[in-house]
């Protein structure tokens, strides 16, 4: 059974800092990816970083140089530490995995951790 399952968020605020964490079990993504997207009430969910299994990473424009994507390979675990963060950073959390490339195509989805960030 694929279980994807977040953990790291929280309340903070603005310019603070939280860390992320998903942990995925079930599968193995050799060959694909592990990402974050996120939805805020109102919103179409959006990505905010992807990394593959070749270490290639994307991020949104709107995170970059404030958020960062990393992976403990061996416990096949996936972080996003965000810095700076601001109140249109609030919104649901969600981490994916898939075996496609850039996480296209179908995902694998975690349940989602809920981060605020006040002014």
């Known amino acids: 059974q694929v279980r994807v399952v977040e953990s790291g968020g929280g309340s903070v605020q603005a310019g603070g800092s939280l860390r992320l964490s998903c942990a995925a079990s079930?599968?193995?993504?050799?060959?694909?990816?592990m990402g974050w997207f996120r939805q805020a009430p109102g919103k179409e969910r959006e990505v905010v970083a992807i990394?593959?299994?070749?270490?290639?990473?994307s991020y949104a424009d709107s995170v970059k140089g404030r958020f960062f994507i990393s992976k403990d390979a061996a416990k096949n675990i996936l972080y996003l530490q965000m810095n700076s963060l601001k109140p249109v950073d609030s919104a649901m959390y969600y981490c994916?995995?898939?075996?496609?490339?850039?996480?296209?195509?179908?995902?694998?989805w975690g349940q989602g951790t809920q981060v605020t960030v006040s002014a």
């Open positions: 990394m593959n299994s070749d270490g290639s990473k």
């Open positions: 079930g599968v193995t993504y050799s060959g694909g990816c």
């Open positions: 994916v995995a898939a075996r496609s490339l850039w996480c296209a195509g179908s995902k694998d």
